[in-house]
């Protein structure tokens, strides 16, 4: 009962959310061209979406996902060159000084704290959400406050700039809609990656939530058909990413 309730619970959020939208976009045909090409039009939103982020404000891989509510994970780089990004040279700087060599599966239990090895204890992130969160803090995206709970106080990181989150939502809802491509060798890594972490992590589905429910379901699908690729058989295919398929292979075994 409970499920059901939860699942009716959402529906009413995807009808309400989506309604708005159709009503928003259908009044946007009405004032735009019927004569405009639908592929040019896409390759226009993409660069304003692509604008809409300054310098500032452009999010990390680890930054969307945690936008979308990622649980402490880390994601695997195999250069070892600076990035820029502190947590992510911090784990690329674990990485370079190991010997000998771990494992991808290895690493991601390491740097997110899930081994019991006493004596690698070391090699684990810290605070990975919080420093995460100031990051955001820090390019207008969430803001710090205090929250009293009787006998303490807890910092909270509300959002702020919804603007942002709704562009990633968007970018999300069309890499299985309407830019669906049915091949994930021909779709933009990043997003691909965004796509299988946020769905390790339980929280992909915050971004199908304003859809219909025809919209919802081929979009779940389109997912489960990423999800049931077989991340050895995919690596082995020509000018793959291996490390973004070993990495696959971590989060869905």
């Not at 993409?46 to 994970?73: A, N, P």
Request: hydrophobic share 35%.
């Amino acid at each position: 009962m409970t499920s059901l309730t939860q699942r009716s619970s959402g529906l009413v959020q995807r009808r309400t959310e989506a309604s708005r939208s159709a009503a928003a976009a259908a009044a946007d045909k009405e004032r735009g061209s019927g004569d405009e090409d639908l592929e040019t039009r896409r390759g226009e939103e993409q660069d304003e979406d692509d604008k809409g982020d300054s310098k500032e404000t452009r999010l990390t891989l680890m930054e969307e996902v945690l936008l979308l509510g990622l649980k402490d994970r880390e994601v695997i780089c195999k250069s070892d060159a600076p990035t820029g990004d502190v947590l992510l040279d911090e784990a690329l700087k674990h990485i370079k000084e190991t010997q000998p060599p771990e494992t991808v599966q290895s690493w991601i239990e390491l740097l997110s704290g899930e081994t019991w090895n006493p004596l690698k204890l070391h090699y684990q992130l810290r605070n990975v959400r919080e420093r995460l969160a100031k990051n955001l803090v820090e390019k207008g995206v969430l803001t710090t406050e205090k929250q009293n709970f009787l006998l303490f106080d807890m910092t909270t990181h509300p959002l702020t700039n919804n603007n942002i989150k709704q562009r990633l939502i968007k970018k999300v809802q069309e890499a299985v809609l309407e830019k669906w491509v049915n091949d994930p060798h021909r779709m933009d890594k990043r997003l691909l990656a965004l796509i299988f972490l946020a769905h390790s992590s339980d929280v992909l589905e915050n971004a199908f939530a304003p859809l219909l429910d025809d919209q919802y379901d081929l979009a779940m699908k389109r997912v489960r058909q990423l999800l049931d690729l077989d991340p050895e058989v995919e690596s082995m295919k020509t000018n793959t990413n291996e490390v973004l398929w070993a990495v696959v292979a971590a989060f869905t075994k």
